[in-house]
């Protein structure tokens, strides 16, 4: 392996700053909330104070906090997007997965370039227009070349009028070159988990495999970004260790990467532990998070990294999903399968990586967003545009991204609701457009409904 940076995971500080942040008050937690409403982040103090709030009315306004920045930033969009699983073969022996190696309760498969097309046309027919590719940490004779062909051929692959026009990559750490390679192919954003960053429990759940290697994994970051991919994704898997101390050392990953490269991650995921075939710690996990836990890492998140982009995956219920979108929730799967082939074969429990909480299909999630006064938004053109990583962040901090998400969101919206949409979502997202054209500035307004036009006389693809 080749020289390796590894972020400064620092234990102790998060200890000390854990135990300060219980010396908290209502005016000091008032204080913390006023100066996220600047909208410039928070320090480790001041998140370790948000992490000890119970009184429920500090809650709600750390909720009503995080709501207003959500907006402010973001508007009322939500992207849309799909996992794509091409294989579920794996080397590593992760107590908390199914596809673990020793798992003989999983069915292995790695799709065919044929399988992975097919795949990729029936997303394409659901409407997607962004899907994450992910693959157990093993791959076939073909080694990492399997990756980049798979890339290809969903790249390659038109159903009608749609296509996918960007592939993110949830994939194991890479080598300098291998990530050169990922970039070549013209991904959008790396998207990696270190599961956990404590590093004793790190230990006890990573029994064998190239995964148990905590500093390979923990320095990913640093190769992929080193290699020109300046959007990556960040996250934990909560319940495997205390919430609290993931949260702090996910903030010192963050402030390393900024330091070092200028830009922090593009997304953060917050997945929790979930049942998986052949996993008793996935059933009981070692630290779980309640609900109401979960509802204030989303809120803390989004305070104390504004401009980052907070996934939900469709591990959680619907319910929980709905909540979280007035949180900080920016992105959302939707439709989703966990098994290699489930888009064509149907969820498969003996093939999936863990158990789904949110089973409904795409245009049925759509119409929910929609319902509820959110932009459902298939928006890639940033990624086509060059506004990634620190370009991105220039036009995000300011607010100047907005003048391009808002109509772009919409567009997308209307091509979705033309193309893909039932009648019933039609005529909730027709609602929905109709109020938030309504809501924008008269230059917002002009902009959107010339390319809302554009989309209804025939057009595809309009962004700006």
């Given amino acids: 392996m080749t020289d390796i940076t590894v972020p400064p995971i620092d234990e102790q500080k998060i200890e000390e700053a854990l135990v300060a ?7 000091r937690a008032r204080e913390v909330l006023d100066r996220a409403s600047e909208m410039k982040g928070l320090s480790s103090g001041d998140v370790a104070v948000l992490m000890g709030l119970s009184d429920p009315d500090l809650l709600g306004e750390l909720f009503a906090a995080a709501r207003k920045v959500k907006e402010e930033i973001y508007g009322r969009r939500i992207v849309l997007f799909a996992p794509l699983y091409i294989s579920n073969m794996c080397r590593n022996e992760c107590l908390y ?35 994450l590719l992910v693959a157990g940490e093993s791959y076939p004779h073909e080694g990492f070349s399997y990756v980049i062909k798979s890339i290809e051929t969903i790249y390659a692959t038109r159903s009608g009028n749609g296509e996918i026009r960007r592939v993110n990559a949830n994939v194991a750490p890479l080598t300098l070159d291998e990530f050169k390679e990922l970039k070549a192919a013209r991904i959008g954003t790396y998207q990696l988990f270190q599961e956990t960053y404590h590093r004793g429990t790190y230990a006890k759940v990573h029994l064998g495999g190239v995964k148990r290697d905590y500093d390979w994994r923990v320095s990913a970051m640093d190769r992929a970004m080193e290699a020109g991919i300046d959007d990556v994704g960040i996250g934990v898997l909560f319940g495997l260790c205390d919430w609290r101390f993931e949260i702090l050392a996910m903030m010192q990953h963050i402030r390393h990467l900024e330091k070092r490269f200028g830009v922090g991650p593009h997304t953060i995921s917050v997945p929790r532990l979930e049942p998986a075939v052949g996993s008793d710690m996935a059933s009981q996990p070692p630290q779980p998070v309640s609900d109401i836990d979960f509802r204030k890492i989303v809120a803390i998140l989004r305070l104390a990294v504004p401009y980052t982009g907070i996934i939900m995956s469709t591990r959680e219920s619907a319910n929980i999903r709905r909540e979280t979108f007035a949180l900080g929730v920016s992105q959302i799967s939707g439709g989703s399968r966990t098994n290699p082939g489930g888009y064509t074969e149907g969820e498969k429990e003996d093939g999936g990586q863990f158990c789904l909480g949110d089973h409904r299909p795409l245009d049925e999630v759509i119409r929910d967003v929609a319902s509820l006064g959110y932009i459902p938004s298939f928006c890639t053109g940033c990624y086509r545009l060059g506004r990634t990583g620190r370009d991105f962040m220039d036009l995000a901090k300011p607010g100047d991204i907005k003048h391009h998400c808002d109509p772009n969101a919409l567009s997308t919206f209307v091509e979705y609701l033309m193309d893909y949409g039932s009648p019933e979502t039609r005529a909730v997202g027709e609602e929905c457009i109709a109020k938030t054209l309504a809501g924008m500035d008269d230059k917002a307004r002009a902009l959107s409904q010339k390319m809302i036009e554009k989309v209804r006389s025939g057009k595809r693809d309009v962004f700006c």
């Fill in 21 to 27: 942040g219980q010396r908290h008050d209502a005016a």
């Fill in 97 to 131: 997965c199914a596809f673990r190696a020793r798992n003989t309760a999983v069915k292995r498969r790695a799709l065919t370039q044929e399988e992975i097309a097919h795949e990729t046309k029936l997303l394409v027919e659901q409407g997607h227009k962004r899907v």
